[in-house]
């Protein structure tokens, strides 16, 4: 079991002439157990921000985040996190079954439990056979799906994802997304993903999260009513569903304009 609780969070940057700008203006959810809660909203206002606080990497000004793992053993651990980013960011002079080996030995994994991790997490990303190849030799598609490998090998309670389809082609994407939710869905893994991509959250979320404009507040939480198998996006209904979503949004950026 694990999930994500965000309560009030607020954070705000320093700007060059000494004030402050507001980016989240007490944002407050829950992320989905067992599924891919999906954080939509306009560029700027704060998505990353907030992914970045619950990996640890930025702190609040107020508010605070809440993640609790309990693997049934007595009392709770801290929760292991993956992160998947924009760009892979691999060890390009280390082979990816290295880069992997990398991830695995900084979480402290027993050194005999690589080898069957590695087998396993790169043959579900489809990269088995390149195990031995350095990074910049693969596609920047596959370069991604050894970045998701990465994150997945050290079995995190919490996958955090930002983006991670932003800079590929749209075949490349549409794929990769298609694998990322199947394997998430076989794993049941608890994951976050930033996207300012409408269709991204409609197809990829089991939960959406609707983030206003800078300051950031969230504006709405749906439950995707179509299961990760049901998600055709040529189906009437699917269609439908997202766009009732992009007017959420577009509604948002009206409002915004007219303020």
Known sequence: MAYVHVEQAVKSFPREDGTDMLVLGGVSFDAKERGITCLLGPSGCGKSTLLN?????????????????NHGESGTRLPQLGYVFQDPRLLNWKRVEENLIFALRGMDVPRRQWDERIHTYLGLVG????????????????????????????????LLMDEP????????????REDTLEICARLQQTALLVTHDVEEAAYMGDRIVIFSARPAHIVEVLDNPFSPLERDLDDVRFIQFKKQLLQTVLNLVKEKEEA
């Open 53 to 69: 606080v619950i990996a640890r990497l930025e702190r609040l000004d107020q508010g605070y985040v809440e993640i609790v793992s």
């Open 165 to 176: 389809f932003s800079k590929l082609d749209q075949l490349t994407a549409r794929k990769l």
């Open 127 to 158: 990269l088995l056979e390149f195990r031995k190849q350095y990074p910049l030799y693969l596609s920047g598609g596959m370069r991604q799906r050894v970045g998701l490998a990465r994150a997945l090998v050290i079995e995190p309670d919490i």
